[in-house]
């Protein structure tokens, strides 16, 4: 009986072991992708009556996209934030990680779309559904791209 508990008790920590082994893995991987030196930074800007989207946007050599992003509109806190994700043809399909106004203790997680035309990148308006607190595109409706308030041009990207 001893033997059977203390083997599944073993048992058990090697499980956890190997749990928290695939999770430093991803911080670290996560970690690399941040580190890694971009091939292309693009920076756009999006205006909407008082309202204006700062964008740059860095295309590492995976394909994946990273960045950051600001959001101001008109009589409320601004959004400032990351945003990371690849595209899929000519879609850009990211997530935006940012928190609102000086509240640094609540962070927000919003999907995005961004199709790109020529020099210019139009920000998708779609179905959203929450599941378990993260929110989504709700699969199989589709993304509209024409009847927009946000069509970003390219900027002169600005040196901080």
């Known amino acids: 009986m001893k033997t059977s508990v203390l083997f599944c008790l073993l048992f058990a920590c090697i499980g956890f072991q190997s749990c928290k082994k695939n999770q430093n893995e991803e911080v670290v991987k996560a970690k690399q992708i941040l580190a890694e030196?971009?091939?292309?930074?693009?920076?756009?800007?999006?205006?909407?009556?008082?309202?204006?989207?700062?964008?740059?946007?860095?295309?590492?050599?995976?394909?994946?996209?990273?960045?950051?992003?600001?959001?101001?509109?008109?009589?409320?806190?601004?959004?400032?934030?990351?945003?990371a994700g690849e595209f899929s043809g000519d879609t850009l399909f990211a997530s935006y990680t940012f928190i609102q106004g000086d509240n640094k203790k609540v962070t927000f997680k919003n999907p995005m779309a961004f199709l790109k035309r020529g020099n210019q990148l139009i920000l998708g308006n779609g179905k959203m559904q929450t599941t378990m607190g993260a929110t989504y595109f709700v699969k199989g409706s589709p993304i509209d791209f024409e009847r927009v308030k946000f069509k970003f041009t390219t900027i002169d990207c600005i040196s901080e």
């Open 37 to 83: 030196k971009p091939i292309s930074v693009q920076c756009y800007k999006a205006l909407y009556e008082k309202d204006t989207i700062d964008l740059k946007m860095n295309t590492l050599k995976n394909g994946k996209i990273t960045g950051d992003m600001v959001m101001k509109f008109f009589n409320t806190e601004k959004k400032v934030g990351k945003i």
